[in-house]
Each structure stands twice: as structure tokens, then as C-alpha cells.
């Protein structure tokens, strides 16, 4: 297999529509067809795959093309692939969390209006094997760095093992659902890894407290904050990046506000609120 059928192979393991595939697929032949850019990219390829190896991503893709980055996480799947093979983690989770590549390319197209890929850090996660969907939820192996209050009864110190918890798009963050991904979490681990978990923490601009009075009790965030003690808050507006596109709070008056939580993020706002993150923790 060439290198530009492995690309072929692989980018079918995520979601595009036609036209992003097309315009990746064209990128990739003339990557192929570069003798020096093929072999940067299979370099960065190996690198990416090597969890021993400090991979700056900024500094490694420093001056390449969105798409340039797009073909190297792309044929990287093949290390990841092998990873989950060689510990027989079912094929269903596999697919669900590199579809996150996919996500991530859609929404560089609509950063940007080009199709390529720019979260390099974030996905290095997937191929090196650092974090997997689980149903609805993605979970991170981790060590906590931020302690809670003894009041809430955790008990934790820093550098006890915890899960991360990462909300991907899509879907609804349905109550029933992100509680079955706990579930599932709590047989996936101390099977293919050897580790039992006690914890889970989530650090999030969900979490924000101005939503109870902007949200219907029956919100499924408000659901979701419910399901942590939240012991700590700091002033971020990253959940705009999350509902809109290209929207910050200086220009939140031209926000779209077609859903009833847009609406009432855009009404808060421009009414002199802010909007925070918040961290919290839960039992498995």
C-alpha cells in the first residue's frame, strides 16, 4: 500500500461530505507527489505515534497547510489502529473516537472556509491512545492537579488517578446517555488498561452557574452540572467558540440566536454578564 492509498484508507474512518473529501484527497496526491513533503510527513507520522517523543506540534507543522496537517493525522490512524488491535479494544470504539478528526475538519472549514485541520494538540490524544469516546463521553487517564475542597468529601490529593471528562460535538448531551458512558467507563478500564477508577472530573464552560438562571431546570446542561460537585470557577468566554462561529463577546450583538440556548447565552451577555468555567468532580 502507497502512501496515498493508506491516506485513502484512513480519511474513510472519519466523516466528510463529499466536497471535503475531494479537496483533502486532491491535497494528498500532491503531497505524495512531493518527494520532500512526503517525507516530512511520514517523519511526522512516526513522531506522532511515538508517545516517548515531546511532540510540539507548533513547532513540527510550523509553515505547513492545513491540509499538509490534515494528511499527517490522518495516515497517524494507522498507529492507532495497531494500538487498539494489539489490545483488542472493540472496533466500535475505535471508529467513535477518531471520529473527532473529522469533527475538527468540518469545523476548521467553518473557521476558516478551507478544508484542513489545525487541533493538532488536541488530537495527538486519539492516536497516541490517551483518550477514547465511550458512548456520549470521551474519557482522559489522568492525575488530578487541582484539589477540591475536603468539605466535599473526595478526600483527594494532587496526583491521584482520575478520568477526564471531554464532552465532544454532536448529538444531545442527553442525561440517560452521558450516564451509560459512565457505565461503560467503569468495565473499560480495569479490562484493557488494569485501572479502576474512582474518580471523574470535568472541566468545562458548562459548569458556568449563570445558566440555573438563564436555563430550564429540565436544560440537559443543567442536568449535566448536577451530576458534579463544581468547587471552582474562572471568567472564560471559550463556550462561545463552542455555540457560534468566529463569535467572541465583542462582537456577541451579531450572534445567530435560532435556538432558545443561543438566545439566552446572546440576551445574558449583552445584559452586562459574563460567562465562566468551572471545574468538578464525581464519584464513578
Not at 495527538?124 to 466535599?152: A, M
Request: net charge negative; aromatic share 16%.
Amino acid at each position: 500500500m502507497n502512501l496515498y492509498e493508506k491516506f485513502e484508507k484512513y480519511s474513510k474512518y472519519y466523516e466528510l461530505c463529499d466536497e471535503g473529501r475531494a479537496a483533502l484527497c486532491e491535497a494528498a496526491k500532491k503531497i505524495c507527489d512531493d518527494e520532500v513533503l512526503s517525507a516530512k510527513a511520514l517523519e511526522l507520522k512516526n513522531k506522532l505515534a511515538d508517545s516517548s517523543f515531546n511532540f510540539k506540534p507548533n513547532e513540527e507543522l510550523k509553515g505547513k497547510s492545513a491540509q499538509f496537517g490534515a494528511f499527517v493525522y490522518t495516515i497517524a490512524i494507522e498507529h492507532m489502529e495497531a494500538l487498539y488491535n494489539e489490545k483488542n479494544i472493540p472496533q466500535n470504539i475505535f471508529f467513535d473516537t477518531i471520529s473527532d478528526l473529522g469533527v475538527w475538519i468540518n469545523r476548521h472549514y467553518n473557521w476558516f472556509g478551507e478544508w484542513g485541520f489545525s487541533q493538532y494538540g488536541w488530537i495527538i490524544l486519539h492516536i497516541r491512545g490517551g483518550i477514547f469516546k465511550l458512548g456520549r463521553i470521551q474519557f482522559e487517564p489522568s492525575k488530578i492537579w487541582q484539589v477540591p475542597p475536603d468539605e466535599l468529601g473526595f478526600n483527594l490529593k494532587k496526583g491521584d488517578p482520575f478520568l477526564n471528562v471531554h464532552i465532544p460535538r454532536g448529538g444531545q448531551l442527553d442525561e440517560a446517555a452521558v450516564l451509560e458512558s459512565f457505565e461503560q467507563a467503569k468495565v473499560f478500564f480495569p479490562k484493557y488498561f488494569g485501572q479502576d477508577y474512582k474518580i471523574a472530573g470535568c472541566f468545562t464552560w458548562l459548569f458556568d452557574p449563570a445558566f440555573e438562571k438563564i436555563l430550564p431546570p429540565s436544560s440537559n446542561v443543567i442536568k449535566f452540572q448536577k451530576m458534579f460537585k463544581i468547587f471552582t470557577y474562572d471568567e472564560s468566554y471559550g463556550g462561545l467558540d463552542y455555540l457560534f462561529i468566529n463569535i467572541t463577546k465583542d462582537n456577541i450583538k451579531d450572534a445567530p440566536t435560532d435556538t432558545s440556548f443561543r438566545k439566552a447565552i446572546v440576551e445574558h451577555i449583552l445584559s452586562g454578564g459574563i460567562m465562566q468555567s468551572g471545574g468538578g468532580y464525581r464519584l464513578m
